[in-house]
């Protein structure tokens, strides 16, 4: 089993940062791509930015030049880091990675998320 938690949500004013962190443990061999996701009320979790392994990245277009992903492979973490936030960026941020165990099976899990809500 791997478990992935996520930290570092909360309130912010519009125009400022935050950084998120998801750290994943448990029964891990590599984990290929990491992501984070996000869900605001009322609508569908979205998909806002992902890292390989090997670092390459992709975001949202809504995110792009704001939002910045990174990993520490070590660590098995992935960091969102988000400046000049929006209220519309308000939602509950999801991580998830596509993991490969110790057995070689690859299964992606998700983290139970964390709330980020920006004022205006």
């Known amino acids: 089993q791997v478990q992935m938690v996520e930290s570092g949500g909360g309130l912010v004013q519009a125009g400022g940062s935050l950084r998120l962190s998801c750290a994943a443990s448990?029964?891990?061999?590599?984990?290929?791509?990491m992501g984070w996701y996000r869900q605001a009320p009322g609508r569908q979790r979205e998909l806002v930015t992902t890292?390989?392994?090997?670092?390459?990245?992709n975001y949202a277009d809504s995110v792009k030049g704001r939002f910045t992903i990174s990993r520490d492979n070590t660590k098995n973490t992935v960091y969102l880091q988000m400046n000049s936030l929006k209220p519309e960026d308000t939602a509950v941020y999801y991580c998830?990675?596509?993991?490969?165990?110790?057995?070689?099976?690859?299964?992606?899990?998700w983290g139970k998320g964390t709330l980020v809500t920006v004022s205006s």
């Open positions: 998830n990675g596509e993991v490969v165990n110790r057995n070689f099976v690859r299964i992606i899990y």
């Open positions: 448990g029964n891990i061999f590599s984990i290929n791509y």
């Open positions: 890292i390989t392994s090997g670092g390459s990245t």
